[in-house]
């Protein structure tokens, strides 16, 4: 069980989603971030595999975690719990995009379809998946923290594929705020672990 705070605790802070179908395979999803607290706020969002020999994040806006619950499937830009299962070095902190207060951050992620699940912790070359895949209702949640100013001093600035971003290292997750979106217009076909 996560002690990662629950969907819904916004801080006045709301999240919006719309899909715009690009094929039968293809879907672009767009959320609409609004930070409406008196504070600066930073989306986990720019998630990466790997960080390169130059200290560079290889971040990918297409990059998101696919997590089965349920009847449902979250479509999600956050840190993602290690497992309790799973003994990690390090534990995967996305880097961070600066919303200041009052403003909005709008992203459009490109999905392919069907979905397999997806985390920074899954091993997947040998997991055999389910076949046909199965509809779900579909959301999206993202991950941000709300920093008081002197909290804001333990960002350090870090370059991605996809600019300058900011990194919290260690990051406590129970301090991650979540909002989740949704559902989604349609159903989306995920192919699921046997």
């Given amino acids: 069980m996560s002690d990662t705070k629950k969907p819904g605790a916004s801080e006045g802070c709301t999240l919006a989603v719309s899909t715009r179908r690009v094929s039968p395979v293809q879907l672009d999803v767009t959320y609409l971030f609004h930070n409406g607290s008196p504070q600066n706020a930073y989306l986990f969002n720019r998630l990466y595999q790997e960080v390169s020999r ?9 990059l998101v975690y696919v997590e089965a619950l349920g009847a449902d499937v979250i479509l999600s830009k956050k840190i993602f719990p290690v497992p309790e299962t799973l003994d990690v070095e390090r534990p995967n902190v996305p880097a961070a995009t600066k919303v200041e207060a009052g403003a909005d951050l709008e992203e459009t992620f490109t999905i392919l379809l069907p979905l397999r699940p997806f985390d920074p912790y899954r091993r997947r070359p040998q997991e055999v998946l389910s076949a046909p895949p199965v509809e779900r209702r579909a959301f999206v949640e993202i991950g941000f923290f709300l920093p008081k100013p002197e909290g804001e001093a333990l960002a350090n600035q870090v370059e991605t594929t996809e600019g300058t971003a900011h990194h919290f290292y260690p990051f406590p997750i129970r301090a991650q705020l979540l909002l989740r979106a949704g559902p989604l217009p349609d159903a989306l076909p995920i192919l699921l672990p046997k």
């Fill in 54 to 62: 130059e200290r560079v994040f290889l971040t990918n806006r297409d």
